[in-house]
Every structure is written in C-alpha cells, then in structure tokens.
C-alpha cells in the first residue's frame, strides 16, 4: 500500500515537475545591480551608472538594433525640475549572428551591460535626497525564439549637498 | 516526504491554473484538447474564425515582426501552404506584435505570406496557454483537435511532419469526400493562395 502511495506522489511529481518545466514558461531575466550613492552639489551635474545584468543564454536588442522591426532597449527615467536627467548614453551593442539568422549581424546585449544617465542638479535644489525612478524596456531572445517586450523598474537616489 | 512535497506543490500549480481560468490551460501535453475557438481580424478587417475552418487541418502561428526565429519558418509556411493547400491545409498566422497593422501587413507581404494573418490579442494566447514564447506552433486536426504543439523555432521537417500528422487525421462523422477542400466552406473565410 505505501509502496503504490509512494509511487503515485513521485508519478504526481514527474508530471508536475514536466509542466512547470515546460517551454515558454522560462522568463528572460534582466537585472539591476543597487546604485551606489550618489553626492552631488547643487548646479552641477552627475554620471549615474547602472549595472544590468542578462540572464545567461539570452540576449537583448542594443539601443540602435540594425532593423527598425527590432525593438530597441530603452531606459526612461522620471526627471523633475530639481533633478532633470540631461542625457541617457547607452553602451555600443556587440554585432553577433545567431542560428536562427547565421547570415544576419544584430546589435545585441547580452551579459553584463552598463548604462549611464547624466543628471544635473538645479542650481536652486535644496539639500536632501532626491529619488529617481523609471524603467528600462527591453525584448530579449534566446538561440530558438523571442520573448515579448518587458520593462523592469529602475530607480536610484541623489543625494545633494550644499553649494 | 520530499517527493510529497514537491508533488503536492506541483499539482496545486496545476489545479491553480485550472480554478483561475475555469478550463484547463494549453499547458503540458496538449494533444487531444479541443483547440479553443477565437474570433479574430485579419490584416484587411475581416473576421476570422477557428471554427471557421472545421473539416480542414489548422497550423496556428504566433507570430511578431521582432521575433528572428519566426522570420525562419515563414518561408516554409509559404512552401506548405503551397503543398498541402489542396489536401486541406490552412495555415493561419497570429501576429502578438504592438505595431500598427499596416507594418505587420508591409512585413507579411515582404515575406510573401500566402496565408491569413490574424491580429493576436492577449485573450487568444492566454486560451492558448500564456503564449510568450515565439514562434509557438498549434497544430490542429480536421476535427479541431490538436494533434502536435512546437515552442522555439523547430526544424522544417519537423513542422511538415506535424502537418502531415494534421493532415491525416478524419473528421468525425463525415467520410473522406465530405472533407474535400472543394466542399468547404472557402467562401466564408479569407481566400489562401495556392
């Protein structure tokens, strides 16, 4: 009896293990690493670099993919008077072929990439923190197949000190 | 004690799905299930219907015009249709892009796609199982049931394989002559090229 009861649950197992393993249910990951603090005096600006990091065997778009089909990686960021962000540079994307394009050169991102927004503190800022936010939108695709387009959420805080 | 564990948590999973959508999902082996029936528009604003097509063999695409591996097989697709068009084969195309029609119409045409390509909606990949991954194939007998499912890009031989397996199957109650492409109902839905 304990024998048929255990074979069942492992019967149960197998089966529930094979469905929540199945294709499509993986979800590219794309994460950011915490952003160190950032100290800025007011009227002056700051690089803030974000570290992402791509789930292995996934790639996404660069920022300028060579087809206008292909869904570019974004990074949008909520400015406000006190902290507008002055320019988002995206790193240049590695051209790579891929087997299911052997033929075909895409700017991709894959690993580890790092974005850099410039922001400038308003020469009337007062001190204290300022949090950032936003989100980086990307579509990302492995060797076989595509996923469609997600956003994580971004944020940061700028610390101002006095003039 | 731990195969219980993991068992008990992997059917919950399951009967969670079951109870969250009221019918089972296309998840796991899907063949035998009764492909869910959808209305959809086409490119030139039809409407475009499943149950449409009962009495042919069905391969359902999902499709986006960003998507590399799709861009592979449709060429085959063209190449099937043209093959087993006469035998009753439709292929039908659903695009998941965002883009606005007359893009994904431009890019079809550039693909020469010779089959109908419906706009996709969120409604019609959670029926078919929370399709995210693309391309993902639904291979779909003359009776409406599916009979082969391919996630990623798979090979064309593969694909025609899964065609075939579609092809064979009869239609429940009507002989081999009612299934005749010449006795469908062609009129009603968008015109495939041959």
Same mark, same amino acid.
């Given at each position: 009896m304990i024998r048929v009861l255990c074979s069942l649950l492992l019967a149960f197992a197998l089966v529930g293990l094979a469905l929540s393993q199945e =294709? &499509?249910?993986?979800v590219p990951s794309v994460t950011m690493a915490p952003v160190g603090k950032i100290q800025v005096r007011a009227g002056s600006t700051a690089n803030v670099e974000m570290d992402f990091r791509i789930g292995s065997e996934f790639h996404i778009n660069s920022?300028?993919?060579?087809? %206008?089909?292909l869904i570019p990686t974004t990074l949008k960021l909520n400015a406000t008077d006190a902290l507008p962000v002055v320019t988002v540079k995206y790193p240049v994307g590695q051209d790579m072929s891929f087997p299911?394009?052997? $033929?075909e050169k895409l700017s991709v991102y894959s690993g580890d990439f790092t974005i850099t927004a410039v922001v400038k503190v308003a020469a009337k800022a007062t001190t204290g923190n300022y949090p950032v936010s936003g989100e980086l939108r990307f579509q990302a695709c492995d060797r076989s197949a595509c996923y469609p387009p997600r956003s994580i959420p971004v944020k940061f805080e700028v610390t101002v000190a006095g003039r | 004690m731990f195969v219980a564990i993991i068992a008990m948590l992997a059917t919950g999973k399951y009967l969670d799905r079951i109870h969250r959508h009221g019918a089972p999902e296309?998840? &796991? +082996?899907?063949?035998g299930i009764t492909a869910p029936n959808f209305d959809l528009a086409t490119l030139d604003g039809q409407r475009v219907k499943l149950?449409?097509?009962?009495g042919k063999a069905v391969l359902l695409n999902f499709w986006a015009t960003w998507c590399g591996p799709c861009k592979v097989e449709m060429p085959w697709f063209v190449d099937l249709q043209k093959k087993y068009g006469n035998d009753g084969l439709v292929i039908l195309g659903i695009a998941m892009d965002d883009s606005e029609t007359p893009k994904i119409a431009q890019f079809a045409s550039e693909m020469g796609v010779n089959y109908p390509v419906l706009l996709g909606t969120d409604k019609v990949s959670e029926e078919y199982g $929370?399709? %995210?991954?693309? =391309?993902t194939s639904f291979y779909i007998d003359r009776?409406?049931?599916?009979?082969g499912k391919g996630t990623g890009l798979l090979g064309r031989s593969e694909i025609e394989q899964n065609v075939r397996k579609a092809l064979a199957s009869p239609v429940a109650g009507m002989n081999k002559a009612q299934t005749s492409p010449t006795q469908s $109902? +062609?009129?009603k839905v968008p015109a495939i090229a041959q």
């Open positions: =294709p &499509g249910t993986r920022n300028k993919p060579h087809s %206008e089909l299911f394009a052997p $033929n | 296309l998840v &796991g +082996d899907v063949r149950s449409d097509y009962r $929370n399709v %995210e991954f693309l =391309p009776d409406g049931r599916i009979v $109902n +062609d009129a």
